[in-house]
Each structure stands twice: as structure tokens, then as C-alpha cells.
């Protein structure tokens, strides 16, 4: 692509012609609405396209209409930021990005979380089973996953309320109960699906663009101990359920052909449904800030699954999709220390606290701590796009009189 | 209540004037809207009073409207249906139950499903750990619960897809991929969340009738073999997610009265969240039939956990609720052999295979097999209401050319 944008787009932004994601934000004063990133600008979609499936407030219109619409619109949006002869029509139709409001970017309809870092399954199995073998016998057969709550998924920005529960009795004793001291986060990457699927037929793992609409990035807060005490035989549930953040801006597969990459290689054969044609590794670089300051760099190329796998496995027995359904990857993690996506493997399960750059030092999140993850990827020709953040803060909550 | 009912009511009717339980019916060539079930008939309730809340394909913005309008409409219906002088201005809203097709009756945000029967999960225990405690060690101090696929929530009446999918395999063998040999039920019982409650805060014990609208059957379909490969650390996923059928009509809190009782004795103390004021032990008397053959009557009564106790749970960490949540109590069994809810109970995980009436034998359900759970309560006066039923068919996949 050789044309240029008129929109001033600065050079370390991570919204360029090439991104082109898609959110919702509401104007000041405004009705929310759909839009579209492009520098420091938002490009309102319903004024600038005159079409009013963008005059909503979550894009879920847009994501039932297929991947032939998607293309066609991002065609249009393409033509209309570099056509400078339309400048004056178009331009009534940006806004100050940074005078919007970013809201939730879609409204979800099932959320499902899986497991699919090697490298994180394998320290968490080395921690809570050591002497065993660190991956379950199914590990490297399926990708395991697990139903979260789509009504806690919180757009970017919202506080995060420390979670109260039960945990695990000293021999005897009753359970404590009270606020989570073992507060942890998850950096993964999300998949938001577009078009369904009919109850009782699979999604092809060749079929996976066809489906998916695009991809965000995902903070799955985790109360560590709250999970040690319930998370047998259902698995997790009140240690998940209190909140999950997900960045506002949804970047389009279609903004992401440079960035797909082959998996790992695969140590055990797959089944033929789980066997893909196509690679749909993403290259993507992620970064974890705590308080501002850098405690890892998780790599998205190293996960294990797919997220084309992901979807082939999470349908093989015959479950529709709906417009709105997410699903993320879980945690990312690499196999260096440094590049671990959740505090349990950075502090090794609190054993080894964490010194930040500013000498502070961290188990699991205090109240007050803000997370922000950020990840970008390999544009065309060299350049690269970026997914913006998914961020949030620790506070406590309100004071009890009784537990 | 000692009015009499004019529209006439069958004595062995489930709907009585003491039931009037809510649903979604399309009436033959005519858009989906609310009823209430009486007797024989199914009364329309936009048309009947003259309010367009009914007049929508599900109960969610009733349910939205909270307890006191709960009441308020269920006084007016009860005067509709016992004031005869207005009979020529009802009876056009009446129509007969044979003719109209039930429908979902809410649409459905967050579905969880709990572990609540003590019974059940003691003989899974046996089963599956044999030697061992049967009950986990948390499983007295909290009702363990985990979050399901409520894009697969389906009515009644709908088929049941035979789900496909790997199994464990033998030591060093690929696992094996083809239809579920264990399909299996559970026979449960549901509850419809109508009253929100924000993110950060908790539903209490005794806020349980304010928050939940109504009560409904369940069968929450299993493919044990499935489960048994896959669930190990995140729970149950593919072997839960391709189908969970709900009865058509939500019986109403408020037509519980009489059904109420005390849970069984705890044998461990409660943390204060889970300690409640109230009986919300509800004495069901569930009724499972395979090919119209009855394999169990399950009592609901022996449930260790209750429905309040559930809702003050999933809410203890603050995660908000949503019009539409809808929560089952996992596998309703009693102490009593006939009295399992499920066919890994009832066959002792396959290997004593029950012998129906009419001499056939099952170990898990086949092709072609039809399951139907009804339940009915106490009523008023000695009387005794009805759920209805949940029934499903089990059908095969279309053929594969490929795994």
C-alpha cells in the first residue's frame, strides 16, 4: 500500500493506515458509536460512511455481516483517509482521540478462556505439582479451555474490585474468608467472533478468518488463592469471575497478514481436525507494565495452540458460535524469565518478589497498583502496528461490618 | 385463595391457578410474545393486559422490572382468571396449549452450574477416586460451582446433537476421536436471575427472592468420556458445551410458598455470607423417564446446598449479576438408588446397565433415546403444582468424510 493518509499520523503511533482497528467511544456529550483508530484521531464510521450499523453502541451489527463486509468497509475507509480530495467531507467526522470516551467495544455473548502457553501450563504445573510431569497427559493432545463470565468483561480503564472468598484451612480449621491477598494478572491476547455457527456442525480450523472478526489483548485477572481452594474438579470460578479486561480496540485479522507466523513445532500428532493448512501464529510482542515500569515482555508467537485450533477444538463437538462470542489464548508466556505473563511465574509463586526499577518490590497486586499490557506487531513493509492497551487499577472494597 | 379459577383446570393439571408460570409461545402464525400457563390453555399476556412488556420473544424486560411488579402482575392474572365477569374480554387471549410452540423462554446471559447435591457428588467421588474422602475438601464449605455455555441453552423439545470428540487413550496411543459413548443426562433444576446487581458488591443470603424471578427444570447433557480426557485442571468444557435443554415454563418464586423447607443439616459450620435466615430449601419431587420408561425420581429436597446459598456464593467476590443469568444446582439425586439423576449414578459409571419396564438395557443413552424430567411441588391447601417438562431427543451427527 504506497498510498498516503492525510490524517496526520505520528511515527511511534500505533494507529496507522495499515491497523485501522475498530471501537466504541462516546463524543463528549455523544451517543456511543462505532469508530475507527488512525493516529491520534477517531474516525467516526456512521458520519464518514453514512451507514447506520455503526450507529450503535457495540459493533456487534457490523460483526454479523461477514468477512466480505468487513474487507468492503476497510476498503472504504482506506480510500476515504488517503483520498485527500474528500478531506473536507471526512473531516467533520474525526475526533480528538484524546477527548472521547473509549467504551466496551462489543457486547459479549459467551466467553471462553484457555491455556494455551506451553511455557505458562508447564511453571504452573512445575509449582503446584513438582516431581511430576509439568504438562497433563492432554496438554499437547487439545487445547484445554474453560468458560469464563462475559458479564465481568470490562473495557480498558474500568477499576478492578479485589475480590473477597474462601480459602485453603490450615489442617482443621475453618476456611478464612476476606479480601484476596494473592491478587494476580494474565496477559493474553482476545478473539472476538463475528459470524456464527449453526448448533451441531464444527468450525474447520482452515475456517477460522472466515469467523473471526478480530483481536485485542486481555487481562484475566486471577485471586491465586481463592483458585487453590474451589478450583477442584469444576475449575476455576469465583478466582475469574469478578472481572476480565479487554483493550478497546479491536484490530481486524485483515490488518495482521504480516503478522502470522508458524507455531512451535508440534512435539505429538494432532488430529486431523486440529491439523491446520494455514499458519495462524501471530507475532505478536507484548508488554507488561506495573505501575508504569516493565516486568515482562511476553511473545505470542511462542503459544503453543493457534487461535484457529482454538476455534476448531471449541466447536468440534458440535457447540454453535454466536456474534459477540470472545475467547482468549491465556496467559502468554515465553520460555525466558523475563517474558512470563502472570505474577505466579515471575515471583514463582510468591517465593522470589519482584524488584521493579523504581525499588519497590511485589509479590501479587496491592490496592492502588495499575496494569497495563500493550502489545504491537509486524506491519507491511517494515513498520509496525500496535493494539493500544488494556489497563486497570487495584482498589479495595468498600469497607464490611461483617464477613 | 379461595376464588375459583373460570378458564377450567384438568385435576392433574401442572397449571393450576396456585402455579401460573411464565413462558415464550408463538400462537400459530403469530410473532412470539409471553403467556401464562392455565390448565389446558396459555393466556396472552400483552393482549390480556394490554402491556407491551409481553409483547417481545422473551421474558428478560419483565424479569428486568423487579419483585414488585413480579407481584403485581401475578395479583392481576390471578383476578383475570377468577373474576368471571371479565371472561368475555379474556377469553380471546386464551389459547390452547396444543396449538401455540413454546419457545426459550429468556434469553440468557451468564449461565453457571453448581455441584450442589451431596448424594451426586459423593457417588462420583466413589467412582472416580475410589479409596479416597469422597468429597473434596471444600465441597462442605462452599457450593462449588462453574460456568457453563449459555449460547447452547435450548428449549425443550430441541434435539440433542451426539457431540463428537477425543477420549483418553490407552497408554501411548493416540487418543480416540469419534461420537461420545457416554452421553449421559443430569437432572437438574434452574434458576432465572431477573434483578441486577452492579460489579464490586455481593447479593446476600437473604436478598435471594429479590434478585431471582423463577424456577425451571434442567438436563444438563454430559459426555462423560469426553469429560474424563479434558477436564484436569480447568473442569468440565466439550463434554458440557454442545447442548443444555431448560423447560419452557419459569415457575415463579411466589408460587413456591408451600414448597419451602429446610435444607439437611450442615455438618460444618458456614461462613457468615453463606448463613441464611430463611428456608430456601425447595421440596421438588423430580421424575426422570427414558423412552417414557421412569429411571429415577430424584428429590430436590436432599439438595445440601440451596438456591440462596448459590446466588450469595457466585456473588461473593463481587461479581455483578445480569437480567437473563440463569443458575442450575447440578444433578438433583437423593440417597436412595432410584433416586440418581444421572446415568453414571444409576449404572455405577456403565457397569451395572439398568433394565427399563419394558426390558431394554442402558448403560448411557443411544441414538433415537428421548429423556424427559418433569418435577412437581407442594401447592397450597394440600394441592400440588407442576414444572412441566424438559424433554430431549438424542440424534447423531451428520456423517463425517473426515475427523
Not at 499520523?9 to 456511543?32: I, K
Not at 483458585?227 to 476480565?244: D, I, M, N, R
Not at 478497546?248 to 512435539?267: F, K, N, Q, S, Y
Request: hydrophobic content about 40%; glycine content about 10%; some cysteine.
Amino acid at each position: 500500500m504506497t498510498s498516503r493518509c492525510w490524517v496526520p499520523v505520528p511515527e511511534d503511533s500505533p494507529f496507522t493506515l495499515h491497523n485501522l482497528p475498530y471501537g466504541v467511544f462516546a463524543p463528549d456529550g455523544g451517543a456511543p458509536r462505532v469508530g475507527v483508530a488512525i493516529g491520534e484521531h477517531v474516525l467516526d464510521l456512521a458520519r464518514a460512511l453514512d451507514d447506520d450499523t455503526f450507529a450503535r453502541p457495540a459493533l456487534n451489527a457490523f460483526l454479523a455481516q461477514g468477512r466480505d463486509r468487513w474487507r468492503d468497509v476497510r476498503a472504504k475507509i482506506t480510500a476515504l483517509l488517503t483520498d485527500a480530495s474528500g478531506r473536507d467531507t471526512v473531516e467533520p467526522a474525526l475526533h480528538r482521540a484524546d477527548r472521547v470516551r473509549m467504551l466496551m467495544p462489543f457486547e459479549p455473548a459467551d466467553y471462553v478462556d484457555f491455556y494455551a502457553s506451553e511455557h505458562h501450563a508447564a511453571n504452573i504445573g512445575r509449582m503446584l505439582r513438582p516431581g511430576q510431569e509439568p504438562l497433563t497427559p492432554q496438554w499437547k493432545h487439545l487445547p484445554i479451555g474453560y468458560h469464563g463470565r462475559s458479564g465481568t468483561l470490562v473495557v480498558s480503564g474500568t477499576d478492578v474490585v479485589r475480590p473477597w472468598g474462601q480459602t485453603r484451612p490450615a489442617d482443621g480449621a475453618e476456611p478464612p474468608f476476606g479480601p484476596s491477598r494473592r491478587l494476580d494478572i494474565e496477559a493474553e491476547v482476545g478473539f472476538v467472533v463475528g459470524t456464527p455457527s449453526p448448533r451441531g456442525t464444527r468450525v474447520g480450523v482452515d475456517d477460522f478468518a472466515d469467523h473471526v472478526f478480530g483481536v485485542c489483548l486481555v487481562n484475566d485477572w486471577s485471586a491465586r488463592d481463592l483458585q487453590a481452594w474451589e478450583y477442584v474438579p469444576l475449575g476455576p470460578f469465583l478466582a475469574k469471575s469478578f472481572a476480565t479486561s479487554v483493550s478497546p480496540w479491536i484490530v481486524p485479522l485483515d490488518a495482521l497478514g504480516a503478522a502470522r507466523t508458524a507455531p512451535p513445532e508440534r512435539t505429538e500428532p494432532l488430529r486431523p481436525y486440529l491439523r491446520d493448512g494455514e499458519d495462524w501464529g501471530l507475532d505478536l510482542a507484548l508488554e507488561v507494565r506495573l505501575n508504569g515500569q516493565v516486568v515482562s515482555r511476553p511473545p505470542f508467537s511462542a503459544m503453543y495452540w493457534t487461535p484457529a485450533q482454538m476455534l476448531a477444538h471449541m466447536t468440534v463437538n458440535g457447540a454453535s458460535l454466536r456474534t459477540g462470542d470472545f475467547y482468549a489464548s491465556g496467559t502468554v508466556s515465553g520460555p525466558g524469565p523475563r517474558e512470563r505473563g502472570c505474577l505466579m511465574e515471575i515471583t514463582w509463586n510468591g517465593r522470589d518478589p519482584v524488584t521493579l526499577p523504581d525499588g519497590s518490590t511485589r509479590t501479587f497486586l496491592e490496592d492502588g497498583d495499575e496494569v497495563a499490557i500493550t502489545a504491537t506487531a509486524p506491519g507491511p513493509d517494515g513498520t509496525r502496528i500496535g493494539f493500544g492497551e488494556v489497563r486497570g487499577r487495584v482498589v479495595a472494597q468498600p469497607l464490611r461490618t461483617e464477613d
